[in-house]
């Protein structure tokens, strides 16, 4: 049953998507009628399942409440959903209020696929058929949603090697009591079998005619019958021991057995989505790959935008010849290619293997794997994505992460580092690189998907973004749907100390303001992370040290961390600087158009007080400072401006 909130909270999304869904429409075909219009709202109604007249809204309701956005005081929100900003797991549930909007969320984009089904010839304002766009959402929302089962299976599998762990350690357990049993019983019984008829019965060397020797006797038939029983119980313990042995081997193949059920689950889950992938047309791949990605900066959306360009092109070029993308089981033996595929050569004449060729006109293509092209195009549909390290998306990524998600939406699970990702691959040379290759850089710490023409798709520490960059000189590689034929690849020599995916660790105190090619205060919010608090965001790194700020906060003072103010677009600069012109910087040279500074309050705003002292204490082993000109006597003291990292 939906709650009163959650049913009003469904009936204004779906009002809210009807209304986006209809304005776009009329942007995108000027050319329709109001009975055209109308056919397509009524469309719309019965998809939803429902037909209802237009909401109004009371007088006076949409302005109540309002508050300036430039300084909002507010507070943390419970630790969980500062742990989850984080990147730390959380546990999900499917009757959340918020899941459901995000259902709605994803209808929205698919309206377009019902108006198609009203006004045929109806367009994208880009030009695309609404259909195709659909069926992208559509297969990336059913992988992400198979990709989620996945790992809700790898979770139970974890949980069940675990259990046979610990049943064959109770085993071991078992199998060391049986031998130390069993030697005492058999030391016992050689000690019997060894001993003479009066040591073993010692009333036999009673003599009448030596009354005086009776005492020894009997201390002696004493000391013999509690052998005795020592040995029973010996004997006793022993049975039982092995009855215990023989339970803890049946839990072993018990456990055993799940393991191996699992293990099944596993990878038919991953048969699966291959399948489905396998389904996907170039044409739909292409579309995928556009979807989703965040502006960057300057150059580096130039590249990523050519990138995209280049890819789409190809998988134009293999639809607009008819060419099925083949599953790579169907192009493993190069002796046994699909019809009208041959094997793709290397300059030696030899077979590359997992990749085919084509012929369209007189002049030979590549053809990839279709687990390859979804791999690839749901990587490029992440573009300008945070990276985070230790997350697998979807809203963050490190290295790993970003290539292990990328792959396992193409039905192939790899591990979550680029060290283990390198060790399990099949290594291949950089001269012979395909598209979808993993790239490792020299010394294996970061690592990323080969585009072609020298570019790498990655999640980089560098830039704190997803995007494209040049392959590095000395880079190695694997091909992932490639069958390992040898051993795993030997490691790779370090390069030194490195923070997070092969990042220069950065120096103590000191941060770069610049990142991701960003100017002041044009930072894309979607590049950035949310702290929790209203609508309160920094560069990934940063939140990340002020959700661990903001826990040991809570545990000093037992309230939660007060903020007013973190990233400021150039937008809100300016506003800032109209209301507040004495106070706020000139608009363009915030430190809060960074992403790296935020503004405190709750008894951090006064200078002296128990709550500044305690981060003038603590702050830094978060990373936060507070700048010279910012202190109590500095040359502009704000008390409660705290940045990541000296920026100033």
Request: glycine fraction near 10%; hydrophobic fraction near 45%; charged fraction near 15%.
């Amino acid at each position: 049953m939906l709650s009163a909130r959650e049913a009003q909270a469904l009936r204004e999304a779906m009002a809210l998507r009807e209304a986006t869904a209809l304005r776009r429409l009329a942007e995108a075909r000027p050319d329709l009628t109001p009975e055209q219009l109308a056919a397509a709202r009524a469309a719309m109604a019965t998809k939803a399942g429902t037909k209802r007249p237009a909401a109004k809204r009371p007088a006076g309701k949409g302005t109540a409440g309002k508050r300036s956005a430039a300084k909002r005081p507010t507070r943390t929100r419970p630790a969980a959903r500062r742990a989850a900003r984080a990147g730390t797991p959380a546990e999900r549930t499917g009757s959340r209020w918020s899941s459901r909007l995000g259902v709605v969320a994803l209808s929205t984009l698919l309206i377009p696929a019902v108006v198609t089904v009203v006004l045929p010839g109806a367009t994208t304002p880009s030009g695309g058929p609404l259909d195709v766009t659909a069926l992208a959402l559509s297969a990336r929302s059913s992988l992400l949603e198979a990709a989620d089962g996945y790992r809700v299976l790898e979770e139970q599998a974890a949980h069940r090697r675990s259990q046979l762990e610990e049943a064959r350690a109770a085993e071991q357990a078992a199998q060391d009591q049986v031998a130390a049993d069993r030697r005492v019983v058999g030391a016992g019984a050689a000690a019997l079998y060894r001993a003479t008829p009066t040591a073993r019965h010692p009333l036999l060397a009673l003599d009448s005619a030596d009354p005086s020797g009776t005492a020894d006797v009997l201390f002696h038939q004493a000391v013999t019958e509690h052998a005795d029983r020592a040995l029973d119980g010996a004997v006793v313990r022993a049975e039982r021991t092995s009855a215990a042995l023989a339970a803890a081997a049946a839990q072993v193949a018990a456990a055993e057995a799940a393991v191996q059920a699992a293990d099944a689950e596993l990878d038919s889950a991953l048969s699966a989505m291959r399948d489905q992938v396998d389904e996907l047309s170039p044409e739909v791949t292409s579309r995928l790959a556009a979807l989703g990605a965040i502006p960057a900066a300057g150059e580096q959306q130039e590249r990523n935008e050519r990138a995209v360009a280049r890819w789409q092109g190809y998988l134009a070029q293999l639809g607009g010849a008819g060419i099925e993308l083949p599953a790579a089981a169907k192009i493993a033996d190069p002796a046994a290619m699909p019809s009208g595929l041959s094997p793709a050569l290397d300059a030696a004449g030899q077979a590359v293997p997992g990749v085919a060729w084509a012929v369209i006109g007189s002049s030979p293509v590549t053809v990839l794997p279709s687990e390859t092209v979804a791999a690839v195009s749901n990587a490029l549909s992440q573009l300008g994505k945070p990276f985070v390290a230790g997350t697998a998306g979807p809203e963050t990524y490190d290295c790993g992460g970003f290539t292990a998600a990328s792959w396992l939406l193409a039905g192939y699970a790899l591990p979550a580092t680029p060290q283990e990702q390198w060790a399990a691959g099949a290594a291949v040379p950089l001269d012979s690189l395909q598209i979808g290759d993993l790239v490792f850089s020299p010394g294996g710490q970061d690592v990323g998907l080969y585009l072609g023409d020298g570019d790498v798709l990655g999640a980089s520490a560098g830039t704190y973004q997803v995007g494209v960059r040049s392959i590095a000189a000395g880079s190695t590689a694997v091909r992932v749907p490639v069958q390992v034929t040898g051993g795993p690849n030997a490691p790779m020599p370090g390069t030194g100390p490195t923070g997070p995916c092969g990042a220069e660790l950065p120096t103590p105190g000191v941060n770069s303001p610049r990142w991701g090619g960003w100017d002041n205060g044009k930072i894309p919010t979607e590049a950035l992370c949310q702290l929790g608090v209203y609508r309160h965001a920094l560069r990934c790194d940063a939140a990340a040290g002020y959700l661990a700020m903001a826990t040991a906060y809570r545990a000093a003072f037992g309230t939660d961390l007060c903020i007013t103010d973190s990233y400021r677009s150039l937008g809100g600069q300016r506003t800032a600087f109209f209301l507040k012109p004495a106070l706020a910087a000139v608009p363009g040279t915030s430190n809060h158009g960074w992403a790296l500074a935020v503004d405190l309050c709750g008894g951090i705003h006064v200078a002296g007080s128990p709550q500044w002292t305690w981060m003038t204490a603590n702050a830094g082993r978060f990373g936060f400072v507070q700048p010279a000109w910012a202190a109590p006597g500095g040359e502009k003291p704000e008390p409660w401006h705290w940045e990541f990292g000296y920026i100033s």
